[in-house]
């Protein structure tokens, strides 16, 4: 099993609509969570941590159930620049590795 | 822009080559980590530098090895190239020390193909 799984996609999603996918993680000791971006032939761009409470930036809100070992992100009103694909990221120390999972491929379609 | 630089951008070596790829981290960061992303994967974990030392190891040969310097650059080093390293080498700069998250930030990768 993977160490962080996620939906490879693609999600078509028309633009002006909401989307949402998560990821989940095998280790319960990770710390900390992240979702990055990464568009194609790019570096990955990190788009949001995850806090416990989950958090809130603009149309992105990210969220993380300790219990079930998940994490989602859900976007809300596409643009098409949000076609991308979004890594799901987990750090298990302090200062140490991080985690990816494989991706998730968003295309935002006029 | 992130301000992590890796050099070069592209490269190709034959197997059994040994190539160097470099990384100079963001400003005031002290931490350097490298990722191997093979095409359609995620990134994966090489190894990390911190204060001039090893400080984590992916699951990698020991073919694979790396350098940090006092102003915290880095180097990855990859001996006997085999066609399998073929792939994006991402370098990531972040603070250790700060706070719980140290979100780490990557350079624009180099991208070597061994023939």
């Known amino acids: 099993r993977k160490e962080v799984e996620q939906d490879p996609g693609p999600f078509n999603v028309p633009e002006g609509a909401t989307v949402a996918f998560n990821c989940t993680y095998s280790?319960?000791?990770?710390?900390?969570f992240f979702w990055y971006r990464q568009d194609c032939r790019k570096e990955p761009k990190l788009l949001m941590s995850?806090?416990?409470s989950g958090n809130e930036d603009g149309r992105f809100t990210a969220q993380l159930n300790r219990a079930s070992q998940y994490i989602s992100l859900l976007i809300r009103d596409s643009k098409l620049s949000d076609s991308a694909t979004y890594l799901c990221?987990?750090?298990?120390?302090?200062?140490?590795?991080?985690?990816f999972g494989g991706g998730t491929r968003v295309l935002v379609k006029p | 822009e992130t301000g992590v630089t890796q050099s070069p951008t592209h490269l190709i070596k034959t197997r059994g080559q040994q190539v160097t790829l470099r990384c100079s981290s963001q400003?005031?960061?002290?931490?350097v980590s490298w990722y191997q992303q093979a095409l359609g994967q995620g990134p994966q974990f090489i190894f990390q530098?911190?204060?001039?030392?090893?400080?984590g190891r992916g699951n990698f040969p020991p073919r694979f090895s790396g350098l940090q310097f006092p102003n915290y650059s880095s180097e990855l080093n990859v001996n006997a190239l085999e066609l399998d390293d073929s792939a994006l080498y991402l370098c990531?700069?972040?603070?250790?020390?700060?706070?719980?998250?140290?979100?780490?930030?990557f350079g624009p990768g180099t991208r070597l193909t061994v023939l």
């Open positions: 280790n319960s000791a990770s710390q900390s």
């Open positions: 990221v987990v750090n298990g120390a302090a200062g140490n590795k991080l985690t």
């Open positions: 990531a700069s972040s603070l250790v020390g700060t706070s719980s998250y140290n979100e780490q930030f």
């Open positions: 400003s005031g960061h002290n931490t």
């Open positions: 995850v806090y416990s």
């Open positions: 530098y911190y204060r001039e030392e090893e400080n």
